[in-house]
Nanobody
Framework: QVQLQESGGGLVQAGGSLRLSCAAS????????MAWFRQAPGKERDFVAI????????YYADSVKGRFTISRDNAENTVYLQMNSLKPEDTAVYYC?????????????????WGQGTQVTVSS
């Protein structure tokens, strides 16, 4: 199995940028489809972005399309989420997640491994 550890969250003003990282250990990251989810207080965990095993394919939630970029470095066993033009509604705990079955799965129920999350707060 794989262990995931997020980092890079923090407090930023609206319009600013953050880069989240998700470091994997235990197994090689290239075996997994990787995704980012987020969860705001009192809300469900929502899909943000997904990247295929090699990094050649990506898919985004409409709410972040054009502002966020997911990428991966399998040699470094790390997945990234570059977040630009941040808005107060992006405030949430961000989680990275892994599964081996299929690209394109956006339901959190289909992901087997999760990090502990990193808080992103965007002030207006």
């Amino acid at each position: 199995q794989v262990q995931l550890q997020e980092s890079g969250g923090g407090l930023v003003q609206a319009g600013g940028s953050l880069r989240l990282s998700c470091a994997a250990s235990g197994r090689t990251l290239s075996s997994y489809v990787m995704a980012w989810f987020r969860q705001a207080p009192g809300k469900e965990r929502d899909f943000v972005a997904i990247v295929s095993w090699s990094g050649g394919s990506t898919y985004y939630a409409d709410s972040v399309k054009g502002r966020f970029t997911i990428s991966r470095d399998n040699a470094e066993n790390t997945v990234y989420l570059q977040m630009n033009s941040l808005k107060p509604e992006d405030t949430a705990v961000y989680y990275c997640a892994a599964q081996r079955r299929t690209f394109g799965t956006t339901s959190p129920m289909q992901y087997d491994y999760w990090g502990q999350g990193t808080q992103v707060t965007v002030s207006s």
